[in-house]
């Protein structure tokens, strides 16, 4: 009988730390600039996680790997899943982007821009033959940024499997820059929004004419190392980055970039960008679709709750969520990239799920 007590105490404890034991753990002080708490001592609805919790754990919202959590400045969820690890670098998708956006601001700050009116050729003086297209002469710093820059360019009509997708196609050429620069024209700039990751390798490299910098490099000194970003990764080709996808960082630090943003571009005191550049960047600029419009990379969505927030969208399921009105930075990293969409709930609803543990919403 005593051996078998024995046997059973130690599956138990096999049990709970196999990648289906999905009780919420504290997350821990790793002395990374990180405020850490608990849902109880801010008095968020433990049940209502712990039910969203087991749902993430049985696959309700497909191949999640991490959900963290920030409210009111302290982190209180940091969850992983399906055997991910906290140390493990997770590709952004096109959360990429969002950096161009906030670095374009702070090299405008810095004195290497002298604005987001700037035209896009002003910069590469290079592709000067280019101003004899009117529309293409006109493209500014801002079109890029806010998705109107009149390319003509479709990366969603045909999925990523198909080799005569534009996105597909694009990533195959050799000089990125040269493939972006040289689009076709469809739209007058600033009209009309078209998602478009060519935009993002032309902001990337106007950083790069204006500063001497890479992108990568730009970032390092002006944002990871400011803010205690260690490690990353980011991928590019013949010396051009892939800023519309290519990024990879730790969840916590995806985190901490998120936090930057609600805290209006402050980190423990230290400004890495102006408060200004913050609202600029959040300030809706053109309807996508009702009720969701575009700013410069990011999205404002106003929400069914009668208050707005911020997301960029990254695929496979990598969010960055921004709610000012419940002091709330939730970020999610996954992989759904081969999970038919009847087979799982949308993200959306993830986030839906998440903001109901807020007393604001009882």
């Not at 405020?35 to 209502?48: A, F, G, I, R, Y």
């Not at 004419?209 to 970003?229: C, D, R, S, V």
Request: hydrophobic share 35%; charged share 25%.
């Amino acid at each position: 009988m005593k051996k078998i007590i024995g046997i059973l105490i130690i599956l138990s404890f096999i049990g709970c730390n196999t990648k289906n034991d999905c009780s919420y753990q504290k997350p821990i002080d790793i002395n990374d600039g990180l405020n850490v708490s608990t849902l109880k001592e801010h008095k968020l609805d433990t049940v209502v996680f712990n039910k969203l919790n087991q749902d993430i754990c049985n696959g309700k919202y497909g191949n999640i790997h991490s959900l963290l959590v920030i409210e009111n400045s302290d982190l209180v969820i940091e969850q992983y899943y399906n055997d991910w690890k906290k140390d493990k670098l997770h590709i952004l998708a096109s959360n990429t982007k969002s950096f161009n956006s906030l670095l374009i601001g702070v090299a405008i700050e810095q004195g290497y821009i002298k604005s987001v009116d700037q035209r896009m050729l002003d910069f590469f003086p290079e592709y000067k033959y280019l101003e004899k297209d009117t529309l293409k002469n006109k493209i500014t710093i801002k079109d890029l940024l806010t998705m109107t820059s009149g390319f003509k360019w479709d990366e969603h009509s045909l999925p990523v499997s198909d080799p005569n997708n534009m996105g597909v196609i694009f990533d195959k050429t050799e000089d990125w820059l040269k493939s972006a620069i040289t689009l076709e024209m469809d739209t007058i700039p600033g009209t009309k929004y078209v998602y478009s990751g060519p935009n993002n390798i032309v902001l990337s490299e106007i950083i790069k004419k204006a500063t001497g910098q890479n992108i990568a490099e730009f970032a390092e000194k002006y944002l990871f190392e400011p803010i205690g970003i260690k490690e990353y990764k980011w991928g590019k080709k013949n010396g051009v980055y892939d800023s519309g996808g290519g990024l990879l960082l730790k969840s916590r630090d995806i985190a901490k970039y998120g936090f930057l943003h609600f805290n209006k571009g402050k980190w423990n005191d230290k400004e890495i960008v102006s408060e200004k550049w913050i609202e600029e960047t959040f300030s809706p600029y053109i309807e996508i679709h009702n009720p969701v419009y575009g700013c410069y990379q990011w999205r404002m969505v106003k929400t069914e709750y009668g208050f707005n927030s911020w997301c960029i969208p990254g695929n496979g399921g990598q969010i960055i969520n921004i709610i000012p009105e419940l002091n709330m930075v939730i970020v999610i990293n996954a992989d759904n990239r081969k999970i038919p969409k009847d087979k799982r709930e949308p993200l959306e609803y993830l986030i839906k799920d998440i903001v109901k543990i807020h007393p604001k919403l009882k």
